[in-house]
């Protein structure tokens, strides 16, 4: 597999990983920056975000009686509808197209499906077996409060609308956010690593919880990285949806695993890990990058 750093054919040139100079230059620009949005303005969008929300879910619930959704279809929908008016005046006001949004990148859509996406996915196992053991820590301190017992058995009720919404419509609608247009306009704002961070911590803070904040903090630093090398939301989408659809109908741990199926699925998560890893690294991250780290 040919690396995507710098060369002459398309693929070298697709997704070119800068000197430290470079990086300098194009994440650290002047203070006088104004692409949207800063910090601030995040917050604030998420807060506008989560009222239209309100707005549209309390429309919906007038117009149940004809419409005949159930609790979680309702939600759903509501979502759905609520950022899509969101998108639609964010993107309106920075003047993208959706192809701008989703792939800005020159490389083509295929190239990225076939040499990107696999070496992400390759990650998720291990992803998931750090934030498992992490929240089973994370219960022992806080344990789940009785509503948000019932907010994660409704999302993994096995429903239709449940399982759309968890492995669907979330990655698409977060990644279109958090990725497309909040770290985007971070990274014209801010240090490379500030503006990955930072939108890994509103990532997680937006689920409103301290144990999806987890979630979304670590899942954020992943995707976050990811999007900053390709510059493309495909293996971003791909990476988050995998993932839920995994916590979706793995979940824990099976407590009567023997000691030799839980060596050997370890095993086999790390070196998945690694081999995705290595190759992602080796597409992504120039030589010289890659001796002071990603």
């Known amino acids: 597999m040919r690396p995507f750093y710098g060369g002459a054919t398309v693929i070298c040139a697709a997704f070119p990983a800068p000197t430290h100079r470079t990086l300098r230059a194009h994440f650290m620009p002047s ?12 917050v604030l969008l998420f807060v506008a975000l989560f009222l239209c929300e309100l ?8 117009a149940n009686g004809w419409l005949g959704l159930n609790g979680m279809q309702l939600g759903v929908l509501s979502t759905v509808l609520g950022n899509g008016c969101v ?3 964010v993107m309106h006001y920075q003047q993208l197209t959706y192809r701008q949004l989703f792939h800005p990148s020159p490389i083509s859509v295929r190239t990225t499906l076939t040499t990107v996406v696999p070496p992400a996915l390759l990650l998720v196992p291990a992803l998931m077996m750090t934030v498992i053991a992490a929240l089973n820590l994370l219960v022992l301190v806080a344990p789940l409060s009785p509503w948000e017992e ?20 979330a990655p698409l609608l977060e990644e279109m956010l958090f990725r497309g247009i909040v770290l985007r306009g971070f990274l014209q704002r801010y240090a490379r690593w500030h503006a990955i961070v930072g939108s890994a911590v509103l990532f997680g803070a937006a689920h409103l919880n301290i144990y999806q904040f987890l979630v979304g903090l670590v899942l954020g630093l992943v995707l976050g990285w990811l999007y900053e090398r390709t510059r493309s939301l495909i293996p971003c989408i791909a990476l988050h949806a ?8 793995v979940g ?35 030589p010289k990058a890659r001796k002071r780290g990603p």
């Not at 203070?31 to 995040?42: E, L, N, R």
């Not at 707005?55 to 007038?62: F, N, W």
């Not at 995998?242 to 109908?249: D, K």
């Open 252 to 286: 824990d741990w099976p407590t009567d695993a023997s000691r030799a199926d839980t060596v050997w699925t370890v095993l086999l998560v790390v070196v998945a890990a690694v081999v995705g890893t290595l190759a992602l690294r080796r597409m992504l991250v120039a």
């Open 87 to 89: 998108f639609a005046v």
């Open 31 to 42: 203070p006088k920056s104004t692409a949207f949005p800063s910090a601030v303005q995040a």
């Open 55 to 62: 707005v549209v879910g309390a429309a919906l619930r007038d």
């Open 150 to 169: 019932s907010l994660f058995s409704r999302m993994a009720d096995g429903s239709v609308a449940a399982t759309l919404a968890v492995c669907v419509v």
């Open 242 to 249: 995998t993932y839920n659809t995994g916590t979706l109908f």
